[in-house]
């Protein structure tokens, strides 16, 4: 691993070649996740998607989408994204037709689910006089909205999924109260994969008079095309009543470079809520979409890129492939005496794990034993101890290895019986 420098900077520079030497030196030590084996954190459709991306983010990588004055074509292919997306994921579809849809990109799933609880708040504040918010939502929903919670003080009120890992719709509606400007859904849900029931939650908040953000950053351009080939029939974009507003991200199933995401709000006059400006200072006018100032051109111009690129054909494949994947490796742990499913998954995310009771074997060391055998990384979770698989089309190459060590591996737990010393688990770090 690389020496860190003593605080200072180098007195002389490096000349380019042996700086990017380095960085391959740095990244040896890197999880290569170009052969399928590292699941969750990268999301690979292949080498021509992968030298489009990188030469379209390198195209952009000086651009700066903080004024669209100064760069059009960044104001411009947003707006084509939104566009886009709000066909996918169902804004056509509204009862009103598309006409009030208004959307924006941020940086990530992360900064899409913060914006959807600012705008709440800001919403129940100026609409409902609500001065001390709260949203109600599943334990399965993104750790996002507890940070989001964090930052902007909106009580987060969780409410315990049921077995099969979906929302108790029944039991976040008893959570509901005159302070709650937001009612949270999931397509699908991270830790288990599962799809929520989101007409029953849109209804509920419907009812009740409150927002209802659909989480689908994970799902969002993946689920389109599932349903198109008959993979998925549960309804859950913003074409549901009572959903008003919307996440995909980008950067997972749509296949293109980290740092793109976009949120969708069903009426434009709550779509105001989101950005913020100002002129309260000596520089002119700020307005900003979402968190950040400066906002890098290159994601969008590779978000932009990769969406034209695949089309709409390229993504039905990539979703069948993916299906594919997720299907075989889905059967091969149905199949092994040992480990199961947690949950009932809806697509091509799953967590699985050892059973409880005898036979079953001990969930963390089937996750070093998969790293040993393969080099496989899974994110661990808990509770419960599970394995975390996202599927995406670069897996179906290698998963009937991953299957073949999957039972050899298994076998030799229940044989050893062996217990992982170390019980951490791993989705995000500091
Ligand atoms: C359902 C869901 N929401 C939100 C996020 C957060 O996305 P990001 O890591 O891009 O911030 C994720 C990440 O996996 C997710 O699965």
Redesign the pocket.
């Known amino acids: 691993m690389a020496e860190f420098a003593d605080n200072r900077i180098p007195a002389h520079g490096m000349d380019a070649a042996a700086v990017l030497a380095r960085l391959d030196e740095f990244a040896a030590d890197d999880r290569d996740w170009r052969g399928g084996r590292v699941f969750?954190l990268v999301y690979d459709a292949g080498d021509d998607v992968r030298d489009l991306l990188t030469r379209a983010a390198a195209r952009y990588a000086a651009e700066n989408a903080l004024n669209t004055m100064a760069f059009p074509s960044l104001g411009w292919m947003q707006h084509d994204i939104v566009t886009i997306t709000t066909g996918l994921l169902g804004g056509d579809r509204r009862p009103g037709g598309s006409s009030g849809v208004r959307g924006y990109l941020t940086?990530?799933?992360?900064?899409?689910?913060l914006q959807a609880t600012k705008t709440a708040r800001d919403w129940g504040r100026a609409e409902r006089g609500v001065d001390h918010p709260n949203m109600v939502l599943a334990t399965s929903?993104?750790?996002?909205f507890a940070k989001a919670s964090h930052y902007f003080d909106v009580e987060s009120r969780r409410v315990p999924v049921r077995p099969d890992g979906s929302a108790d719709v029944d039991a976040m509606a008893d959570a509901v109260d005159d302070r709650t400007v937001l009612v949270v859904g999931?397509a699908?849900?991270?830790p288990q994969g599962v799809i929520d029931p989101i007409p029953e939650l849109g209804a509920l908040a419907a009812e009740r008079g409150v927002l209802c953000h659909v989480?689908?950053?994970?799902?969002g351009f993946i689920l389109p095309f599932l349903g198109t080939l008959g993979h998925v029939t549960k309804p859950w974009d913003l074409s549901v009543p009572g959903v008003t507003s919307i996440?995909a991200?980008l950067?997972?199933y749509g296949y293109a470079s980290?740092g793109v995401?976009v949120i969708l709000y069903g009426d434009k006059e709550l779509a105001r809520f989101q950005p913020f400006v100002t002129t309260d200072w000596l520089g002119g006018l700020y307005g900003s979409p979402s968190m950040a100032g400066t906002r890098p051109g290159g994601p969008i111009a590779a978000g932009w890129a990769v969406l034209h690129h695949l089309g709409a054909d390229g993504y039905l494949r990539l979703a069948a492939d993916a299906h594919r994947a997720a299907s075989v490796l889905r059967a091969c742990i149905e199949a092994t005496p040992g480990i199961g499913l947690r949950g009932v998954p809806d697509a091509t995310?799953f967590a699985f794990g050892g059973t409880d009771g005898p036979g079953g074997v001990d969930t963390f060391a089937l996750g070093d034993a998969l790293a040993e055998r393969g080099g496989w990384f899974f994110d661990r979770q808990t509770p419960p101890d599970s394995l975390h698989a996202?599927v995406h089309a670069g897996h179906a190459a290698v998963v009937e290895d991953l299957c073949a060590d999957l039972a050899a591996a298994t076998a030799e737990l229940a044989r050893t019986g062996a217990r992982a010393a170390d019980r951490g688990t791993t989705y995000?770090t500091v």
Request: charged share 15%; proline share 3%.
């Open positions: 969750s940086s990530g799933g992360t900064e899409s689910l929903a993104h750790a996002a999931s699908p849900s991270y989480d689908a950053c994970l799902g996440s991200d950067h997972k980290k995401s995310v996202t995000g």
